[in-house]
Nanobody
Framework: QVQLVESGGGLVQAGGSLRLACAGS????????MAWFRQAPGKEREFVAA????????FYADSVKGRFTISRDSAKNTVYLQMNSLKPEDTAIYYC???????????????????WGQGTQVTVSS
């Protein structure tokens, strides 16, 4: 069993930055695929970024590429999402997700993940 707890959300002005953290317990995250998804009001949950396996390969949605960075601290069993140059359209609840196995072609599909955090709200004002 894996438990995920997100933190770091909040209110920020457009152009600002936030760093989200996802602390995992119960299983090392270094061999798993860890990801961030987000869901805005009235919209479906969408993929944001993922980091896979021991090699730490990273993947990003086109909408955040160049602005967001996903990283991992295996010693702390924590995954981070550094978000820069934030835009009002980044406003959403951000969820951390974990999959037992390395994901390849399905890395951006939410149903591929086994565990989810409770979410943290990010609001970007214009």
């Amino acid at each position: 069993q894996v438990q995920l707890v997100e933190s770091g959300g909040g209110l920020v002005q457009a152009g600002g930055s936030l760093r989200l953290a996802c602390a995992g317990s119960g299983r090392p995250i270094s061999t798993a695929t860890m990801a961030w998804f987000r869901q805005a009001p009235g919209k479906e949950r969408e993929f944001v970024a993922a980091i896979r396996g021991v090699a730490g390969s990273t993947f990003y949605a086109d909408s955040v590429k160049g602005r967001f960075t996903i990283s991992r601290d295996s010693a702390k069993n924590t995954v981070y999402l550094q978000m820069n140059s934030l835009k009002p359209e980044d406003t959403a609840i951000y969820y951390c997700a974990a999959a037992h196995r390395p994901l390849y072609t399905v890395v951006a599909i939410s149903t591929s993940y086994d565990y989810w955090g409770q979410g943290t709200q990010v609001t970007v004002s214009s």
